[in-house]
Nanobody
């Protein structure tokens, strides 16, 4: 059974940093997966933030987080990280990790068709 467990959310002031982690079980990073971070702010649709592909480490970032967020993976720990710096109030949202088998990152972000989703972790950035 595939499970994704997010951690690392919290409350931070604008300009601060957080690192989110997505621990995956039920598959290994030797398999063909796009693992992405999505976020949903109150009253807004869920959007794709960043993605990394397990086989070639290809990455994707939505424009609003480029140069501020960095996605990485640790295959030994089966964990994907999202390092978030220079956080802004508009980054406030519930952040979800998702894994989609045999998919490109750009498509995974656009279609949001992942088979597996975590429970989400809250990130709150105060001004």
């Amino acid at each position: 059974e595939v499970q994704l467990v997010e951690s690392g959310g919290g409350f931070v002031q604008a300009g601060g940093s957080l690192r989110l982690a997505c621990a995956a079980s039920g598959f290994t990073f030797n398999a063909d997966y796009a693992i992405g971070w999505f976020r949903q702010a109150p009253g807004q649709e869920r959007v794709g933030v960043s993605c990394i592909h397990t086989l070639d480490n290809d990455t994707y970032y939505t424009d609003s987080v480029k140069a501020r967020f960095t996605i990485s993976s640790d295959s030994a720990k089966n964990t994907v990280y999202l390092q978030m710096t220079d956080l802004k109030p508009e980054d406030t949202a519930v952040y979800y990790c998702a894994a989609e088998w045999f998919q490109y990152c750009w498509r995974a972000m656009a279609d949001q068709g992942a088979e597996y989703w975590g429970q989400g972790t809250q990130v709150t950035v105060s001004s």
